[in-house]
C-alpha cells in the first residue's frame, strides 16, 4: 500500500487525466451548429440582407465534419456522455478531498507542526543514543564469547 502522499500525487495525476479526455472529448464529438452571421466552413456564401450581414446558415448536423477529428454525437448521447464525465470528475475530487483530509496534520497549526517536529527529534536522538549503547553492549559480549571460544579451542 503506498502512503498517502503517493496516493494523492496518483489521485492528481488521474484528475489530470481525466481533465484531459473529458476535453478532448467534449472537442471532437460536440454537435455542431452555425452561430449567426456565420457560415460552416465549406458553405458556399449566403444572400446578404439589406442591412449587408450575412444570413444565418441553416445546415443541419448532416453536413460532414469541419475537420476529420470532428466527429460529432447525438445531442442525447453528448448529453449522457458529458454527464459522466463531469460525475466520474467529481468523484474523483471527492477522492482527492478524503485524502488531504486524513494527511495528518491537517488540522494543527503551524506552531503545533513545528512543536512536535521538536519533540520527535529529540526522541530520536535518544532513541539513536539507546541503539549506540545496545551496539556498544553487543560489541562487549561478542568479544567475550570470543575470548571463551578460542580459551576452549586451547583445552
Same mark, same amino acid.
Given at each position: 500500500?503506498? #502512503?498517502? +502522499?503517493? $496516493? /494523492?500525487? #496518483?489521485? +492528481?495525476? $488521474? /484528475?489530470?487525466?481525466? +481533465?484531459?479526455?473529458?476535453?478532448?472529448?467534449?472537442?471532437?464529438?460536440?454537435?455542431?451548429?452555425?452561430?449567426?452571421g456565420q457560415q460552416r466552413p465549406g458553405?458556399?456564401?449566403?444572400?446578404?440582407?439589406?442591412?449587408g450581414a450575412d444570413q444565418i446558415n441553416t445546415t443541419t448536423n448532416n453536413d460532414p465534419p469541419a475537420s476529420p477529428s470532428h466527429r460529432p454525437d447525438t445531442p442525447d448521447t453528448f448529453a449522457a456522455a458529458t454527464r459522466e464525465l463531469a460525475h466520474d470528475l467529481v468523484l474523483k475530487q471527492k477522492q482527492i478531498e478524503a485524502l488531504i483530509n486524513t494527511l495528518p496534520g491537517i488540522e494543527k497549526s503551524e506552531e503545533d507542526q513545528t512543536r512536535r517536529i521538536k519533540e520527535l527529534d529529540v526522541e530520536l536522538?535518544?532513541?539513536?543514543?539507546?541503539?549506540?549503547?545496545?551496539v556498544e553492549?553487543?560489541?562487549?559480549?561478542?568479544?567475550?564469547?570470543?575470548?571463551?571460544?578460542a580459551q576452549v579451542k586451547r583445552v
Open positions: 500500500m503506498a #502512503d498517502r +502522499l503517493t $496516493q /494523492l500525487q #496518483d489521485c +492528481l495525476d $488521474q /484528475l489530470a487525466t481525466q +481533465l484531459y479526455a473529458s476535453i478532448r472529448y467534449i472537442t471532437s464529438h460536440h454537435p455542431s451548429s452555425p452561430l449567426a458553405t458556399p456564401p449566403g444572400p446578404q440582407n439589406a442591412a536522538r535518544q532513541m539513536e543514543e539507546e541503539r549506540r549503547e545496545v553492549e553487543k560489541e562487549r559480549l561478542l568479544e567475550r564469547v570470543e575470548a571463551v571460544i
